[in-house]
């Protein structure tokens, strides 16, 4: 059974940076994992997502340019760094485990994960 469980939110001022961290437990190697955030009164939504083994990402073009998604083999653990940041970043973050990296690009895809973390809370202050 994979367990996830983030940290690294906070509160930072437009332009800023925070990396998020997702630390994996159980039988991870085959899995794709994947960032989502809700902001009050939205509906949960993909941001990025890493192939365990090979790589292979996936970003929102929100996102792109602005955010990595990475992982750590020894760590079991995956980041998002979150560069140049806007208000509109305000949101918890939640972290996901799915075996198919492609899953990801399904826009309704949130509503099927399986595996979540707890999430934690970004705001970005104007």
């Known amino acids: 059974q994979v367990k996830l469980v983030e940290s690294g939110g906070g509160l930072v001022q437009a332009g800023g940076s925070l990396r998020l961290s997702c630390a994996a437990s159980?039988?991870?190697?085959?899995?794709?994992m994947g960032w989502f955030r809700q902001a009050p009164g939205k509906e949960r939504e993909f941001v990025a997502a890493?192939?365990?083994?090979?790589?292979?990402?996936y970003y929102t073009d929100s996102v792109k340019g602005r955010f990595t998604i990475s992982r750590d083999h020894a760590k079991n653990t995956v980041y998002l760094q979150m560069n140049s940041l806007k208000p509109e970043d305000t949101a918890v973050y939640y972290c996901?485990?799915?075996?198919?990296?492609?899953?990801?690009?399904?826009?309704?895809?949130?509503?099927?994960?399986?595996?979540w973390g707890q999430g934690t809370q970004v705001t970005v202050s104007s």
């Open positions: 996901a485990a799915d075996p198919s990296l492609t899953r990801y690009r399904d826009p309704t895809f949130a509503g099927a994960v399986d595996i």
């Open positions: 159980g039988p991870t190697f085959t899995y794709a």
């Open positions: 890493i192939r365990w083994s090979g790589g292979n990402t």
